[in-house]
């Protein structure tokens, strides 16, 4: 999802609360704070030797003691409308980093309006080889194996 998405979401439901809700249906603690709105740039060369580049934009979340802490669409909507000086666009993916048993990032896959809160659906993400057609062994055909007819076989007749 776009930060441009986001943003509109969170501007039609700015009193809703927002709970971030985890690949697995699990969700994390409505006390939870975004602690830090990032732009995250990223230049990489793949296994294939072509330089590539990426850009998002990364909500880190954080819980503290503070139990009785909820963070509302026109919060968030507040915090990332501060951030877009350096932010520079809203075509931006956006994605989440929680820690659970270590720090993970999630893409923003949707965000969805429940009975109480306003839900920040999270995905999941894979690594995948960038240029398989440089680094794989090509792709064959597979060829038909022919087998040798089977003989027929007649019965001896039956002795009574």
Known sequence: MTLDALK?????NLNWNIRFVLPDGRQIPIHAHVTEVARIDKKFVDCGGTFRSSSYCRLQTWLAQDLDHRLSAGKLLG???KASS??????LEVDVEHELDVITQFPLESVQVS???????LGTRHTACLAPETCLPPRTTPTAIRFKPLPNITRPPQIK
């Open 79 to 81: 915090i990332l409308n």
């Open 86 to 91: 350096f932010l520079e666009s809203e075509d």
């Open 8 to 12: 509109r979401e969170l501007a039609a």
């Open 115 to 121: 009975l109480d809160a306003l839900l920040l659906r």
